[in-house]
């Protein structure tokens, strides 16, 4: 039997990581959006997604407003970015739900869809991140990039330094999308 997104986001919550079956498309994942509800990855089926692991106090911050950028340029061409807050790398991430959404709009001007705070390595690595790090890697810190084709398969990684402004990133948008 197919795994649904609800018992996917009940697993991650009650399985350790190594006994979770990982997800086979990004499309399978349901989990928790800022404001608690629960969101299946389902919804962004013919989109092409930049998964990012973000934090407030890191000096990766400012590609805030780089991922804000490209959410603008190109959503109407069909790119969705989904950010995953992340407290792992240096507590950078301390604030509540409330803080994070405040910090995003406030400084930011952040529109495109943030999620629970969640684990992307180690023993209780979140689904999504078991799934996007199974052929690509764990992050080595905040802001590490993944991108997703409209089938739900992961095609590139970027790390941190890759800013959302930078030609490989944006090349690999661009193919991604046609």
Same mark, same amino acid.
């Given at each position: ?76 061409? #069909?790119? *969705? /970015?989904?950010? &995953? @807050? ?11 739900? !409330? ?48 991108l997703v084709g409209k089938d #739900?398969? *992961? /095609?590139?990684? &970027? @790390?941190?330094?890759?800013?959302p402004d930078s030609p490989e990133?944006?090349? !690999? ?6």
């Amino acid at each position: 039997m197919r795994a649904t997104p609800v018992f996917v986001l009940l697993a991650a919550l009650i399985l350790p990581a190594a006994e979770r079956k990982v997800p086979m498309s990004l499309h399978e994942i349901a989990l928790p959006a800022l404001d608690g509800k629960p969101q299946s990855l389902a919804t962004y089926k013919g989109k092409v997604v930049l998964a990012v692991n973000v934090a407030s106090e890191c000096g990766f911050t400012p590609q805030y407003a780089g991922l804000q950028k490209l959410y603008t340029d190109y959503k109407d061409r #069909g790119l *969705v /970015i989904l950010g &995953f @807050p992340c407290n792992q790398f240096g507590a950078q991430e301390p604030g509540t739900a !409330a803080q994070i959404e405040t910090f995003c709009q406030t400084n930011y001007g952040v529109t495109f869809p943030l999620f629970e705070k969640l684990d992307v390595k180690g023993p209780h690595q979140a689904p999504v991140y078991q799934f996007l790090t199974a052929k690509h890697g764990e992050p080595a810190w905040n802001f590490h990039k993944y991108l997703v084709g409209k089938d #739900g398969q *992961v /095609i590139a990684a &970027f @790390p941190s330094k890759v800013a959302p402004d930078s030609p490989e990133l944006r090349v !690999a948008i661009e193919s991604a999308l046609k």
